[in-house]
């Protein structure tokens, strides 16, 4: 995903653009191969299939899955995140404070894990070195880019189907608001919040359900 991790980080908000995001999604399809696929976003990651659904065409997703995602840019992450992530974004996506900036993305790893504590050191410091090694600037676009869901809901309407998968204490992501936000657009939409490891971080805390729920739903909307 442009903007995080190995992928390309470009130094304007031009370069954030939605159909750059499709097209980058687009180039994955061809690489690989693949038609019709299930798009699993996580946390920001989930804001693809709005690109996806407003550049490329109708046929390109067999269903989407929300894990613990956002569905879109906007007005919307207000009515899905946490107060306590909500109040962390101003300091992970400014520059005035080197030491400001560092306890946020510390206390961003936090609010990844039920119980942080329990987690391995080596773990959480490879998570925080791969948030930290994004400059704020970079995660301003990402959050702040311009996306228009209207070919989501329009997909929507048409059947495509949505799972959004959640963790029962997830401290960024309020799937339950997810679920309701979504409802009025899909009509074929499950909520299916995970109890045990049920963190923002749910596909590393509980691996195993989350995957056989992904596989289910994918057998499902017979995904290629």
């Known amino acids: 995903m442009r903007g995080h991790g190995r ?13 750059l995001y499709a097209d980058d999604f687009a180039e994955v399809l ?3 191969g693949l038609r019709k696929p299930v798009l699993v976003g ?3 990651g989930a804001t693809i299939a ?4 407003a550049h490329l065409s109708a046929d390109t997703l067999a ?3 929300y894990l613990a995602g956002l569905p879109y840019t906007g007005p919307m992450l207000y009515q899905i995140a946490t107060p306590e992530v909500l109040s962390l974004l101003p ?13 946020a993305n510390l206390e961003i790893i936090d609010a990844l894990f039920i119980d942080p504590a329990q987690i391995e050191w080596e773990t959480k410091y490879q998570w925080l070195g791969m948030i930290a090694s994004q400059k704020p600037k970079y995660r301003e676009f990402a959050v702040s880019r311009t996306q228009d869901p209207a070919g989501l809901f329009k997909l929507a309407e048409q059947g495509l189907p949505l799972l959004v998968l959640g963790g029962a204490h997830d401290k960024q992501v309020r799937s339950e608001n997810v679920a309701q936000q ?7 939409m499950e909520l299916y919040l995970i109890e045990k490891g049920g963190s923002h971080a749910i596909f590393y805390e509980n691996p195993e359900e989350i995957m056989a729920k992904i596989m289910e739903f994918t057998d499902g909307v017979g995904a290629k």
């Not at 992928?7 to 159909?19: L, R």
């Open 50 to 53: 709005a690109d996806v659904a």
């Open 182 to 188: 979504m409802k009025p657009h899909f009509k074929n």
């Open 30 to 32: 061809r690489a690989f």
């Open 7 to 19: 992928s390309g980080k470009p130094d304007n908000i031009e370069g954030y653009a939605s159909n």
């Open 91 to 103: 300091r992970l996506s400014r520059e005035e404070s080197v030491s400001s900036f560092v306890e």
């Open 42 to 44: 996580w946390s920001l």
């Open 63 to 65: 269903g989407v899955v």
